[in-house]
């Protein structure tokens, strides 16, 4: 199970995410408790399953971003 996160702490890690990786949407969904991040927007002929990615932390989701394709 993820760690509950306070606003403040979800806030601070989706703007340091966001400010590494600019060109990806970063989404925190508290019902779930899951990090997720989409690149776009994409045209459909660049949709690829790296285009979306999610994990159960913001270091996670970092980690999935960085991975080669």
Same mark, same amino acid.
């Given at each position: 199970?993820?760690?509950?996160?306070?606003?403040a702490e979800i806030a601070e890690a989706?703007?340091?995410l966001r400010a590494e990786f600019p060109e990806w949407s970063i989404i925190y969904t508290t /019902?779930?408790? +899951?990090?997720?991040?989409?690149r776009g927007p994409l045209v459909?002929?660049?949709?690829d399953p790296r285009?979306?990615?999610d994990a159960d932390?913001? /270091?996670?989701? +970092?980690r999935k971003i960085?991975?080669?394709p």
């Open positions: 199970m993820t760690q509950e996160l306070t606003d989706k703007a340091k /019902d779930t408790r +899951r990090w997720w991040a989409n459909r002929e660049h949709i285009s979306s990615v932390t913001a /270091d996670g989701l +970092r960085k991975e080669p």
